[in-house]
């Protein structure tokens, strides 16, 4: 799965990825974790994705199926809007979802914070 930086409105206006407004992992194979029901799930995980531009933005993530002729799109989703803040505006990093603990717990390298500090 790939992720691009896209407009929060039109579904045309895609930053490519030869634009460096996002900073980071972009790309991510799937993973094999238990999700809040403790059911097995397949899942991406983009730990350590950053948007370098302040505005709205959602994210078009897009999947491939590797084949041994290459990589085929198969389908893309967008996320619902967020807001990039300036160093000076940031209102500080949001608690961590019970289900990004769970991955963390079952060993996804995610930055969780407790205890006003990240592991």
Do not use: W
């Not at 407004?21 to 790309?27: E, H, P």
């Not at 967020?82 to 505006?89: C, D, E, I, R, S």
């Amino acid at each position: 799965m790939c992720a691009n930086l896209a407009h929060p409105t039109n579904d045309n206006e895609i930053y490519t990825p030869s634009h460096n407004a996002l900073c980071g992992q972009t790309v991510s194979s799937m993973y094999k974790f238990k999700d809040t029901d403790n059911h097995d799930g397949g899942f991406f995980i983009l730990g350590d994705l950053s948007v370098k531009v302040q505005g709205e933005f959602r994210l078009k993530l897009s999947v491939f199926q590797i084949t041994p002729e290459g990589a085929m799109y198969l389908d893309s989703i967008f996320t619902n809007t967020f807001k990039v803040y300036t160093p000076k505006q940031y209102p500080g990093a949001l608690e961590a979802t019970f289900l990004s603990r769970s991955f963390s717990d079952q060993g996804a390298r995610i930055r969780i914070r407790k205890d006003n500090q990240y592991v």
